[in-house]
């Protein structure tokens, strides 16, 4: 097999028999071997685990007993989730040695589709931030240029993705977590409906505004993760229950007669033109494949995002307060700084910030009565140099601006390549549909990029 095969095409292939579960297992781990002392996107490799799990997957498959959609491909998760006899770090000095009994409820119907654990992934020092800048487990670095950082908090996910140490992978998303790396990494990743999937086993930042989500190089190879994810939950307090739709067989469907709005305010245009423009050229793409292309104005979208920053670092610090009140240095200096602002919030201020998520997702239920799709940028800014101050200093005050609105409004959102900037780094389009439409949100995706060839550029490694 080659270097950026998509994971629909691997999974086809072992299927037929054409590769071997081990083969491919033993190509991504020595790609690993090779690319992660450079990009860092790997925490934990599970090499051993990987390679007996993937004679098992080829012993099934000899044997005639397919075990799903995804039998015998690997996959990696961000080290949030938990793994049964494997750490789980959170990318925290707290965690570092905390081995799990059991697997996370995600990691549960991954594999019981078939696929392969090959690791776990970086992130932002408990997914508070989104620069990768992990003081506990190094910095991931963006593939396209190591300089600059993959964005985050799943940062080792869009890394490990962008560079083919991995076909697909898990993410969470808090205010933009999954589709800040996509954007900045030039990847998809897919944000859905809030508590549509489930959070048990996973390390939480926000009981009300995480989201677990799957992250790939396509929007096929994404939808066919999430199909693998889909299911309620009933033992998860936090899980909604709604009616499930596969996307694969409507994905190639198109958008003929669909209603596309696009942001063009003040608020979702402030940000590097050369972005903007992206969404403006996708959006004639749009209308060039049949869609009814509308403006619209969400500038008032501008006030979650001192709301949501509020809900997370409350949030944050009332889970890890023991731990901030003990051993405050063992946390990373931003981090640190986040949770004892969360401490800073009173009650009222919280209530006022709850009570002004629900009047986002009635705005937002609102307005997905009258169209299909809402396009935006993913990002402000493209991936920032870690070592340019202003460059990282702009990113973490703005690159969650145009992402935490639908964490607050809990929207399935989407993040895919719109284009590159002259000097080779990946933008955005962020891609918005009405609560439980994640299968239309993929459908359209899928038409955008079909259209382009944004998904089949790579980074020179």
């Known amino acids: 097999m080659d270097a950026f095969t998509p994971l629909?095409?691997?999974?086809?292939?072992i299927q037929q028999g054409d590769w071997s579960p081990v083969a491919v297992t033993r190509f991504y781990l020595e790609r690993i071997a090779a690319l992660n002392p450079r990009l860092n996107a790997y925490i934990t490799v599970m090499g051993e685990q990987a390679l007996e799990a993937a004679a098992a997957a080829e012993a099934d498959l000899q044997a005639g007993r397919l075990r799903g959609a995804l039998h015998g491909v690997p996959v990696a998760l961000k080290d949030l989730y938990e793994t049964a006899g494997v750490r789980t770090t959170l990318g925290s000095k707290f965690f570092a040695d905390y081995v799990p009994a059991a697997d996370a409820v995600m990691v549960q119907k991954l594999k019981a589709a078939g696929a392969i654990v090959l690791g776990k992934l970086n992130l932002h020092e408990i997914a508070l931030g989104v620069l990768n800048d992990n003081p506990h487990y190094g910095f991931a670095r963006n593939p396209w240029d190591s300089s600059r950082s993959p964005g985050g908090s799943s940062g080792g996910s869009g890394a490990a993705l962008a560079a083919d140490m991995i076909p697909g992978a898990l993410g969470s998303d808090t205010r933009g977590s999954i589709r800040i790396p996509a954007s900045l990494c030039g990847i998809v990743g897919l944000k859905p409906t809030f508590?549509?999937?489930s959070l048990r086993g996973v390390f939480p930042l926000s009981w009300s505004l995480d989201h677990a989500g799957p992250?790939?190089?396509?929007?096929?190879?994404?939808?066919?993760?999430?199909?693998?994810?889909?299911?309620?939950?009933?033992?998860?307090?936090?899980?909604?229950?709604?009616?499930?739709?596969?996307?694969?067989?409507?994905?190639?469907?198109g958008v003929n007669g669909w209603r596309v709005l696009i942001a063009r305010d003040?608020?979702?245009?402030d940000a590097d033109p050369r972005i903007v423009e992206a969404v403006e050229q996708a959006a004639q793409t749009f209308a060039a494949l049949g869609a009814q292309v509308e403006t619209v104005n969400l500038g008032d979208l501008r006030d979650t995002l001192y709301t949501s920053r509020l809900i997370v670092s409350a949030d944050a610090a009332a889970y890890h307060d023991g731990r901030l009140n003990e051993s405050p240095t063992d946390f990373g200096a931003d981090v640190l700084a986040r949770l004892r602002s969360g401490h800073e919030f009173s009650g009222i201020e919280y209530s006022l910030a709850r009570a002004a998520q629900t009047r986002t997702r009635h705005r937002m239920a609102q307005l997905f009565r009258e169209c299909d799709v809402l396009l935006t940028p993913t990002t402000r800014v493209v991936a920032p140099r870690f070592d340019n101050a202003a460059e990282v200093e702009t990113a973490r005050a703005s690159m969650s601006y145009f992402t935490a609105p639908f964490n607050m409004s809990g929207n399935p959102a989407l993040s895919l390549p719109s284009g590159f900037t002259p000097d080779g780094l990946p933008m955005g389009l962020q891609m918005v549909a009405a609560h439980g439409r994640e299968a239309a949100l993929l459908r359209a995706a899928y038409a955008f990029e079909q259209a382009t060839d944004h998904h089949l550029r790579r980074p020179a490694l």
Not at 8 to 13: D, G, L, P, Q
Not at 226 to 253: I, K, Q, S, T, V
């Open 266 to 269: 003040a608020f979702f245009t």
């Open 215 to 253: 992250m790939a190089r396509t929007v096929r190879d994404t939808a066919l993760l999430y199909a693998a994810m889909m299911g309620y939950d009933a033992d998860d307090p936090f899980a909604l229950e709604m009616p499930d739709e596969d996307p694969l067989p409507a994905l190639d469907r």
């Open 8 to 13: 629909s095409e691997i999974a086809e292939h």
């Open 195 to 197: 508590g549509r999937l």
